[in-house]
Protein backbone atom coordinates (compact mmCIF):
# COMPACT_ATOMS: atom_id res chain seq x y z
CA UNK A 1 0.00 0.00 0.00
CA UNK A 2 3.00 2.37 1.08
CA UNK A 3 4.32 1.00 -2.39
CA UNK A 4 1.61 2.26 -4.22
CA UNK A 5 0.96 5.39 -2.38
CA UNK A 6 5.08 6.30 -3.27
CA UNK A 7 3.85 5.26 -7.02
CA UNK A 8 1.13 7.75 -7.17
CA UNK A 9 2.82 10.76 -5.63
CA UNK A 10 5.74 10.11 -8.17
CA UNK A 11 3.57 10.09 -11.29
CA UNK A 12 1.96 13.25 -9.76
CA UNK A 13 4.90 14.47 -9.35
CA UNK A 14 5.78 13.77 -13.07
CA UNK A 15 2.29 14.20 -14.48
CA UNK A 16 3.13 18.43 -12.81
CA UNK A 17 6.87 18.80 -14.13
CA UNK A 18 5.90 17.41 -17.57
CA UNK A 19 2.87 19.24 -17.80
CA UNK A 20 4.56 22.84 -16.42
CA UNK A 21 7.84 22.01 -18.32
CA UNK A 22 8.63 24.66 -20.61
CA UNK A 23 11.32 22.79 -22.57
CA UNK A 24 8.75 19.79 -23.84
CA UNK A 25 8.56 19.20 -27.41
CA UNK A 26 6.75 16.44 -29.75
CA UNK A 27 7.71 16.01 -33.31
CA UNK A 28 5.85 13.84 -35.58
CA UNK A 29 6.54 12.49 -38.91
CA UNK A 30 3.78 12.25 -41.20
CA UNK A 31 4.82 9.21 -43.51
CA UNK A 32 2.31 6.38 -43.55
CA UNK A 33 -0.62 6.50 -46.02
CA UNK A 34 -4.05 4.85 -45.30
CA UNK A 35 -6.54 5.86 -47.51
CA UNK A 36 -4.80 2.52 -50.04
CA UNK A 37 -3.42 5.76 -52.44
CA UNK A 38 -0.11 5.39 -53.33
CA UNK A 39 2.54 6.03 -51.18
CA UNK A 40 3.80 10.06 -51.35
CA UNK A 41 7.75 10.10 -52.46
CA UNK A 42 7.75 13.14 -49.48
CA UNK A 43 6.72 13.45 -46.00
CA UNK A 44 5.28 16.25 -43.24
CA UNK A 45 6.24 17.05 -40.45
CA UNK A 46 4.67 18.66 -37.40
CA UNK A 47 6.65 19.89 -34.14
CA UNK A 48 4.54 21.08 -30.70
CA UNK A 49 6.79 22.52 -28.55
CA UNK A 50 5.47 23.91 -25.40
CA UNK A 51 6.42 27.68 -24.68
CA UNK A 52 4.81 27.99 -21.40
CA UNK A 53 2.56 29.78 -19.92
CA UNK A 54 -0.84 28.95 -21.76
CA UNK A 55 1.80 28.80 -25.20
CA UNK A 56 2.04 26.19 -27.52
CA UNK A 57 4.58 26.58 -30.74
CA UNK A 58 3.14 24.69 -33.82
CA UNK A 59 4.92 23.68 -36.68
CA UNK A 60 4.22 22.75 -39.75
CA UNK A 61 6.79 21.51 -42.21
CA UNK A 62 6.47 20.24 -46.14
CA UNK A 63 8.85 17.82 -46.79
CA UNK A 64 7.09 16.29 -49.97
CA UNK A 65 8.82 16.55 -53.15
CA UNK A 66 8.20 17.48 -56.70
CA UNK A 67 4.44 18.23 -57.21
CA UNK A 68 3.18 16.97 -53.90
CA UNK A 69 1.00 19.26 -51.66
CA UNK A 70 -1.17 19.59 -48.83
CA UNK A 71 -4.46 19.42 -50.89
CA UNK A 72 -7.79 19.09 -48.44
CA UNK A 73 -6.26 20.25 -45.48
CA UNK A 74 -3.81 19.34 -42.42
CA UNK A 75 -5.75 18.24 -39.36
CA UNK A 76 -5.23 17.81 -35.54
CA UNK A 77 -7.09 17.14 -32.16
CA UNK A 78 -6.85 19.27 -28.83
CA UNK A 79 -8.36 18.25 -26.21
CA UNK A 80 -12.33 19.28 -26.04
CA UNK A 81 -12.64 21.84 -23.59
CA UNK A 82 -10.02 24.24 -25.64
CA UNK A 83 -11.35 23.45 -28.92
CA UNK A 84 -13.53 26.34 -29.79
CA UNK A 85 -10.87 28.72 -27.48
CA UNK A 86 -7.91 28.69 -29.62
CA UNK A 87 -6.10 31.38 -30.96
CA UNK A 88 -3.71 31.40 -33.63
CA UNK A 89 -0.49 33.89 -34.07
CA UNK A 90 1.64 33.22 -37.08
CA UNK A 91 5.57 33.63 -36.40
CA UNK A 92 7.39 32.16 -39.01
CA UNK A 93 7.42 30.55 -42.34
CA UNK A 94 9.25 29.65 -45.26
CA UNK A 95 8.57 28.88 -48.51
CA UNK A 96 5.60 30.00 -50.65
CA UNK A 97 2.02 29.32 -50.33
CA UNK A 98 -1.65 30.81 -49.73
CA UNK A 99 -4.69 30.36 -47.39
CA UNK A 100 -7.10 28.10 -49.00
CA UNK A 101 -8.83 30.50 -51.36
CA UNK A 102 -5.29 31.90 -52.97
CA UNK A 103 -5.92 35.49 -50.97
CA UNK A 104 -3.91 35.41 -48.55
CA UNK A 105 0.37 34.98 -48.82
CA UNK A 106 2.23 32.67 -46.78
CA UNK A 107 -0.68 31.61 -44.37
CA UNK A 108 -3.26 29.46 -43.66
CA UNK A 109 -7.10 28.79 -43.34
CA UNK A 110 -7.22 27.42 -39.91
CA UNK A 111 -10.74 26.20 -38.77
CA UNK A 112 -12.01 24.66 -35.09
CA UNK A 113 -14.84 22.49 -34.53
CA UNK A 114 -15.44 19.56 -32.17
CA UNK A 115 -14.62 16.39 -34.60
CA UNK A 116 -16.04 18.62 -37.29
CA UNK A 117 -13.18 17.57 -39.72
CA UNK A 118 -13.26 13.80 -41.26
CA UNK A 119 -10.42 12.28 -42.79
CA UNK A 120 -11.20 10.34 -46.04
CA UNK A 121 -12.09 6.80 -44.51
CA UNK A 122 -10.95 7.81 -40.90
CA UNK A 123 -11.48 9.68 -37.94
CA UNK A 124 -12.56 13.02 -37.20
CA UNK A 125 -10.67 16.06 -36.19
CA UNK A 126 -10.56 19.54 -34.06
CA UNK A 127 -8.40 21.81 -36.49
CA UNK A 128 -8.23 21.78 -39.83
CA UNK A 129 -5.20 24.23 -41.69
CA UNK A 130 -5.94 24.45 -45.50
CA UNK A 131 -3.95 25.74 -48.36
CA UNK A 132 -4.62 26.90 -51.64
CA UNK A 133 -5.12 23.97 -54.06
CA UNK A 134 -5.75 25.66 -56.94
CA UNK A 135 -4.44 22.98 -59.94
CA UNK A 136 -3.63 26.32 -62.00
CA UNK A 137 -1.83 27.61 -59.49
CA UNK A 138 1.58 25.07 -57.90
CA UNK A 139 2.99 28.08 -56.71
CA UNK A 140 0.25 28.96 -54.15
CA UNK A 141 0.27 25.93 -52.96
CA UNK A 142 2.11 24.52 -49.31
CA UNK A 143 4.73 21.78 -50.55
CA UNK A 144 8.48 21.46 -51.24
CA UNK A 145 9.86 23.07 -48.90
CA UNK A 146 7.20 25.45 -47.79
CA UNK A 147 6.58 25.59 -43.79
CA UNK A 148 4.57 28.01 -41.01
CA UNK A 149 4.78 28.25 -37.87
CA UNK A 150 2.01 28.79 -35.29
CA UNK A 151 1.96 30.33 -31.90
CA UNK A 152 -1.04 28.92 -29.99
CA UNK A 153 -2.87 30.13 -27.26
CA UNK A 154 -6.66 29.57 -25.87
CA UNK A 155 -9.28 31.06 -24.13
CA UNK A 156 -10.90 28.32 -21.90
CA UNK A 157 -10.46 29.20 -17.98
CA UNK A 158 -10.24 25.21 -16.50
CA UNK A 159 -7.20 24.68 -18.19
CA UNK A 160 -3.95 25.55 -18.88
CA UNK A 161 -2.62 25.08 -22.97
CA UNK A 162 0.05 22.89 -23.02
CA UNK A 163 1.62 20.23 -25.34
CA UNK A 164 0.12 17.38 -23.95
CA UNK A 165 -3.49 18.80 -24.79
CA UNK A 166 -2.88 17.92 -28.29
CA UNK A 167 -1.96 14.15 -28.00
CA UNK A 168 -5.03 13.65 -28.57
CA UNK A 169 -7.21 10.27 -30.69
CA UNK A 170 -9.13 11.20 -33.60
CA UNK A 171 -12.75 10.38 -32.86
CA UNK A 172 -13.01 7.37 -34.39
CA UNK A 173 -15.21 7.00 -37.88
CA UNK A 174 -14.41 3.83 -40.19
CA UNK A 175 -12.04 1.47 -39.49
CA UNK A 176 -8.72 2.57 -40.66
CA UNK A 177 -7.21 3.57 -37.34
CA UNK A 178 -6.73 6.27 -35.07
CA UNK A 179 -4.43 9.09 -35.30
CA UNK A 180 -3.13 12.17 -33.79
CA UNK A 181 -2.42 14.23 -36.87
CA UNK A 182 -3.53 13.57 -40.78
CA UNK A 183 -3.15 15.06 -43.92
CA UNK A 184 -4.49 14.90 -47.34
CA UNK A 185 -1.96 15.35 -49.81
CA UNK A 186 -2.20 15.90 -53.89
CA UNK A 187 0.03 15.70 -56.53
CA UNK A 188 1.56 12.12 -55.49
CA UNK A 189 4.54 12.08 -57.73
CA UNK A 190 4.48 8.16 -57.48
CA UNK A 191 1.54 8.12 -59.97
CA UNK A 192 1.98 11.48 -61.24
CA UNK A 193 -0.12 14.98 -60.61
CA UNK A 194 -4.12 14.35 -59.41
CA UNK A 195 -3.25 11.33 -57.12
CA UNK A 196 -4.03 12.28 -53.90
CA UNK A 197 -4.14 9.92 -50.76
CA UNK A 198 -4.23 10.51 -46.73
CA UNK A 199 -1.06 10.25 -44.39
CA UNK A 200 -0.75 10.05 -40.72
CA UNK A 201 2.44 8.95 -38.35
CA UNK A 202 1.92 5.32 -38.28
CA UNK A 203 3.49 4.73 -34.22
CA UNK A 204 3.51 8.35 -32.63
CA UNK A 205 6.70 9.03 -32.47
CA UNK A 206 6.60 11.34 -29.57
CA UNK A 207 9.70 12.94 -27.06
CA UNK A 208 10.27 15.51 -24.60
CA UNK A 209 13.36 17.46 -24.92
CA UNK A 210 16.26 15.63 -23.38
CA UNK A 211 15.66 12.47 -25.03
CA UNK A 212 13.08 11.07 -22.42
CA UNK A 213 9.91 9.15 -23.52
CA UNK A 214 7.45 10.41 -21.24
CA UNK A 215 4.28 11.54 -23.72
CA UNK A 216 3.12 7.60 -24.30
CA UNK A 217 3.49 7.59 -20.34
CA UNK A 218 1.13 10.46 -19.57
CA UNK A 219 -1.55 9.27 -22.33
CA UNK A 220 -1.17 6.26 -20.08
CA UNK A 221 -1.66 7.83 -17.19
CA UNK A 222 -4.78 9.88 -18.42
CA UNK A 223 -6.08 6.15 -19.20
CA UNK A 224 -5.61 5.67 -15.66
CA UNK A 225 -6.54 8.79 -14.56
CA UNK A 226 -10.17 8.49 -16.37
CA UNK A 227 -10.93 4.77 -15.04
CA UNK A 228 -10.37 5.99 -11.37
CA1 LIG B 1 4.78 26.50 -52.32
CA1 LIG C 1 -11.76 15.65 -31.01
CA1 LIG D 1 -3.41 21.34 -20.28
Keep these: MIGRIATV ?10 STNALASIEWTLNYEFSQAATPLGTLKA ?23 VQN ?7 NGHVGELNFERTAYSGTFYNDDGTILNQATISKGLNAFKADGD ?10 N ?9 GAGDSVTYKITSGYALDVLDISDFVQESEPKGDRGI ?8 GIV ?9 IAVPEPSTYI ?20
Design 9 to 18: IAIAGLWGAV
Design 47 to 69: TLTDLGSGQVELKLESNLQGTEF
Design 73 to 79: GWYFNVA
Design 123 to 132: GSYDIMFKFD
Design 134 to 142: DNNQPNKRF
Design 179 to 186: FYTAAHVG
Design 190 to 198: DTGDGTSGW
Design 209 to 228: AGGLLLIPLLVQLRRWKRSV
